[in-house]
């Protein structure tokens, strides 16, 4: 016979607005499901009455939300009646999975994202024919690196932001991935004209042996995959690891946020840091909220360029934006006189009758091509373009 369901824990507040006496007490006669389910809903109705959450990968909301009630509750080291430790990382994953499917709630909900998995929706392509420029690409020798893919999103926007380069290890550096980008950066116009001779490595990891040694792979893979080669000055490089560290954790919060690494490397690396208060624990990258991570690329960068080139972009990027916005009614009204000429005459009819191959569009697949370039299709745009400069005059 099945044992009866223990009901879910029921929290009053988040954990941080409780004591541990009334986390331990909502948690009593509960199953591992059920005192996580409760804190994943305490979090629901916290954010629905208007709490405010930073954006967090799964492993920050382990870390923010359950981690450190159930070290308080004094049941996170329980374990199994075999013995062995409750699973507590596979139990919030299953919990939220059941929530999330039931409709009862969403990742989007809980600020929850993963950057870890490449995705993109159906969108329009486009090309652009008037450029206003917001963002230029001044410091491609500026290299932000990050560890985790997780927080990948949060790290190319802010690379985007300043206009320097940014890659991710994904776990381990690639030596194609960096000689790929190296490549492209060393061959930018930008480059060419106003490289200072230093490449600056911005790197972000965990602080553990793993870690440390991921971040300084990369740095490696730049020093031998630079394209020396290609460039005419002598280059340095300025390599930075800018956290997580220990100081960059609330000291009452260190006991619930750090873990003891794998034994592989451990003692060398805690021989050379120190640990966390003189014990060989790590912490994982992800107990950093977003918005900490940001700051610390963005007080980094700034460290190592001048603003004045981005002050610019906003400068022209804001009369030129002004300026098209002017323009477009107008060019739109011009524009659909353009198209009606053409439409209207003999080279619409060509247009019409140019056969396209049943495999035109397995073919630009096989190639690699995200979209077909119509000039590349169509051979008359002489004609074309012959109709609508009669049509301006």
Request: aromatic share 8%.
């Given at each position: ?6 009901p879910n824990a029921v929290l009053r507040d988040v954990p941080d ?290 603003l004045e080139p981005r002050r610019e972009d906003l400068r022209l ?77």
């Amino acid at each position: 016979m099945a044992r009866p369901k223990t009901p879910n824990a029921v929290l009053r507040d988040v954990p941080d607005r409780l004591s541990n006496a009334e986390i331990a007490d909502a948690f009593y006669g509960c199953s591992d499901a059920g005192i996580m389910r409760g804190l994943i809903e305490a979090e629901i109705q916290f954010i629905r009455a208007g709490g405010v959450r930073d954006v967090r990968t799964l492993r920050g909301f382990w870390y923010f939300v359950v981690k450190s009630a159930l070290s308080r509750a004094g049941v996170l080291n329980k374990q199994t009646s075999e013995g062995n430790p409750v699973d507590w990382d596979g139990t919030l994953s299953a919990e939220l999975e059941d929530l999330v499917s039931a409709r009862e709630t969403t990742y989007e909900e809980l600020q929850i994202i993963d950057g870890s998995r490449q995705r993109s929706a159906a969108t329009p392509m486009t090309r652009s024919v008037a450029k206003t420029q917001w963002v230029g690409p001044h410091y491609p020798w500026v290299i932000l690196f990050t560890e985790k893919d997780t927080i990948w999103p949060g790290v190319r926007n802010v690379a985007q932001l300043y206009g320097v380069s940014v890659v991710s290890g994904g776990g381990q550096p690639s030596a194609a991935c960096t000689e790929d980008l190296l490549k492209q950066i060393v061959r930018s116009q930008v480059f060419k004209q106003h490289f200072p001779g230093t490449v600056h490595l911005i790197g972000i990891s965990d602080y553990d042996p793993f870690g440390y040694k991921i971040f300084n792979a990369q740095k490696e893979q730049i020093t031998r995959f630079f394209p020396v080669d290609e460039v005419e000055t002598k280059v340095t490089l300025e390599s930075i690891r800018v956290g997580v560290y220990p100081k960059q954790i609330p000291p009452d919060e260190l006991d619930v946020k750090t873990y003891t690494p794998k034994a592989n490397g451990l003692a060398a690396w805690f021989r050379g840091t120190g640990g966390v208060n003189g014990k060989p624990l790590g912490i994982e990258l992800d107990v950093l909220p977003i918005t900490q991570i940001r700051a610390m690329l963005a007080q980094a960068i700034e460290e190592r360029i001048s603003l004045e080139p981005r002050r610019e972009d906003l400068r022209l990027g804001f009369v030129e934006e002004l300026a098209w916005e002017t323009l477009l009614p107008e060019i739109e009204i011009r524009k659909a006189r353009l198209v009606e000429a053409v439409k209207a005459s003999d080279a619409w009819t060509k247009i019409r009758q140019t056969e396209l191959p049943e495999s035109l569009f397995k073919d630009a697949a096989l190639d690699g091509r995200s979209a077909i370039d119509p000039r590349r299709v169509f051979d008359c745009a002489d004609e074309v373009r012959a109709i609508m400069n009669k049509v301006k005059t």
